[in-house]
């Protein structure tokens, strides 16, 4: 050997094969300062939010003065970094909650990203600056009561009007969508699907929310309903038509989710170690038990496992783009990740597990809308299956 | 105005630190690394001075490489320049040789007034500040809790047992300022990705005319290092009709009341 080999750091249980090495000073800082702003701001109230079911607006002009609205994108005020950025803060504040790395999903990318990617330059300059500083808040309406995983059968239309477009239609299980500005419709036209900025407080307008939840109780959900909505022209995205809009702006979400979940897995994963460190049983801690090692390590192996899928989407994101497929993937196999390991970290915990004194059954009720929301596990199956196969099992 | 803060990258403190069993340095490689929990504190200050002020914020910190992070990092908070003194020949300075290497370097910059938090949360020996300003011959305003400058006139109050006084001194000068002097904001993405762009001044002890000050040189050894002995049992004060006093004796005894 003619180098010298440098010193093995101390075993990481959350990074056994120092994946933070790869980061760049950027994304570690990134990573630093989001994981310090959810430790100081959003642990200490999560747990209250969610047990009265409230959203933690209290905190979102900070989230914007953070930078984290939009941070990904580059121009209009917002931040510019990498994909791999972003997924960082998507980690971190799942780390938190669920709820509040759905916040920065929706705005980021299934609200502003539409417009940066599909909108006018007036539509652009007008929205864009004002949703990174969080001074509106914007949500997505592709979901109705009747079309979840085919969106293609939506039947919220909108029809030409003179210069204006008409829209009538209702959208469902709407993140954000009460407390939102703008929402940006997805509606059947002659001449196929298009996106439109729809404002808060237009005649026929609402938004009425989804309660009795017993997920993502700190998020804000709600049903739209339009009803003869008159939008003017220059509010519909020029740039796209077809499914291909919306479905665009769900990899982009979808690529921070895959991130996103092992924030709430490690969170759980964490929990659990130090709870089996302290809790004794039969005269010594229980992680001196077999049986619990053996969870504990679990946990840690498909925690690395998820945090290696998700890093290297990043880099390829980064690098050279990603394909649906291959966020499918991803997503698919780090929601089932995560939801395991806080079912697992709940066993550890013991009836401690079920009380919000510990983060483990938060996270694991969130992580159950995680599993639905952005394409269900079983449409992302069978994405990933016609990729396989060449055969569409949907039609 | 032209402020200047020192920062520190350090061990984290909310890990237990190690010692080097050869040398009795704390192990800096391989365990996760932050800037001084105390130096957050200083670069807000003095970024909070020079928004109200007009002028900026030099921060200047000497140690390992990795100290660049923390350099780093009060560039995304919003300071203008970095300057990074580093140098195998250093490892393992003093205070004193901290504070002349620390003291070079803000002489060659320029400075109206240097901020330091009040001791370092690894080392603690808490003479660094104090040497700067001597080394700067300029005032050392130490253990400051609030910091009011108008461009020629520093103004704190001065933490003390029974409060605060009241401490003014013209610029130039140092001043210290304790944990709780502010709230420090998060460096914010657009901050971060920003401060790849300002100037960074990579130097090292020659470039500072201090060839020879390193650790090697340095005026003291550590000779042993010993755990601290393990607490004494406390006192249980029994109530036989005085224990109020007696625990009230006692607490003012440690000046606690």
Redesign the interface.
């Known amino acids: 050997m003619t180098e010298a080999r440098r ?4 075993f990481s249980a959350t990074d056994p094969y120092l994946l933070d090495d790869q980061l760049s ?2 994304e ?3 990573r ?2 989001v994981r ?2 959810v430790r100081d701001r959003v642990l200490p109230t999560i747990g209250e939010h969610f047990e009265k079911g409230t959203f933690p607006r209290e905190l979102m002009a900070e989230v914007a ?4 609205l939009g ?1 990904h994108l580059k121009g209009h005020g917002c ?3 990498s994909a791999t ?1 972003y997924g960082v ?1 998507c980690e971190e504040m799942e780390a938190g909650d669920s709820a509040v790395r759905s916040f920065i999903s929706v705005q980021g990318s299934l609200a502003m990203f539409p417009i940066w990617k599909f909108g006018s330059d007036e539509q652009k300059e007008r929205w864009l600056p004002q949703m990174a500083a969080g001074k509106v808040i914007g949500c997505f309406g592709l979901t109705e009561p009747d079309a979840g995983s085919d969106p293609a059968t939506m039947r919220t239309h909108a029809r030409r009007d003179g210069d204006d477009w008409i829209l009538d239609g209702t959208k469902m299980w709407i993140t954000n969508g009460s407390i939102a500005d703008i929402a940006v419709i997805w509606a059947n036209t002659d001449s196929g699907i298009r996106g439109f900025i729809v404002e808060r407080g237009m005649r026929g307008f609402g938004a009425r929310d989804v309660t009795r939840k017993l997920s993502l109780r700190a998020s804000v959900t709600s049903e739209l309903t339009l009803e003869g909505v008159r939008v003017p022209n220059g509010s519909m995205l020029p740039e796209v038509s077809g499914l291909r809009g919306p479905l665009s702006c769900l990899t982009e979400a979808r690529f921070g989710i895959a991130w996103g979940t092992m924030g709430a897995a490690r969170a759980c994963f964490e929990a659990a170690r130090d709870y089996s460190m302290q809790r004794r049983a039969f005269g010594k801690p229980i992680a001196s038990f077999q049986l619990t090692q053996e969870k504990l390590v679990d946990m840690a192996t498909a925690l690395l496992h998820g945090r290696l899928v998700a890093h290297r989407l990043g880099v390829l994101k980064d690098s050279r783009g990603v394909t649906p497929e291959q966020v499918s993937i991803a997503k698919r196999s780090n929601v089932r990740i995560a939801i395991d390991i806080a079912r697992t970290a709940r066993t550890v915990l013991g009836a401690n597990g079920i009380t919000l004194e510990y983060p483990v059954v938060r996270h694991m009720n969130n992580l159950e809308s995680v599993l639905t929301y952005e394409g269900t596990e079983e449409v992302h199956t069978l994405v990933i299956g016609k990729a396989i196969t060449g055969e569409d099992a949907f039609s | 105005m032209k402020v200047v803060v020192c920062v520190k990258q350090i061990p984290d403190p909310n890990t237990t630190g190690q010692l080097d069993p050869q040398t009795h340095l704390l192990k800096r490689d391989g365990v996760e690394v932050v800037m001084d929990p105390g130096d957050e504190f200083g670069v807000e200050a003095g970024l909070k001075l020079v928004e109200a002020q007009g002028g900026e914020v030099t921060v200047v910190s000497m140690g390992p490489e990795r100290g660049l992070d923390a350099v780093r990092k009060a560039l995304a908070m919003g300071a203008a320049k970095g300057i990074l003194i580093s140098d195998d020949a250093l490892r393992g300075s003093d205070a004193l040789t901290t504070a002349r290497v620390l003291a070079e370097a803000i002489k060659r910059e320029g400075f109206d007034l240097v901020i330091t938090a009040t001791e370092s949360t690894d080392g603690y020996t808490g003479v660094v500040p104090q040497a700067i300003a001597e080394l700067l011959d300029v005032p050392a305003v130490t253990f400051a809790k609030s910091v009011e400058c108008d461009g020629s006139t520093l103004k704190v109050q001065r933490q003390t047992e029974a409060g605060h006084d009241v401490v003014e001194a013209s610029l130039p000068a140092v001043v210290s300022v304790t944990a709780g002097v502010n709230e420090p904001r998060y460096p914010s993405l657009k901050g971060i990705m920003g401060a790849k762009s300002k100037p960074l001044d990579r130097l090292s002890p020659s470039d500072l005319g201090l060839d020879g000050q390193g650790g090697a040189s340095a005026g003291q050894s550590i000779t042993a290092v010993q755990p601290a002995p393990e607490r004494a049992a406390g006192e249980i004060v029994k109530d036989e009709g005085d224990a109020a006093k007696r625990v009230a004796d006692f607490l003012a005894s440690k000046k606690v009341i």
């Open positions: 010193a093995a750091p101390p000073d950027d570690r800082l990134v630093d300062t310090a702003f003065e953070l930078g984290l941070m931040a510019g970094t950025a803060a």
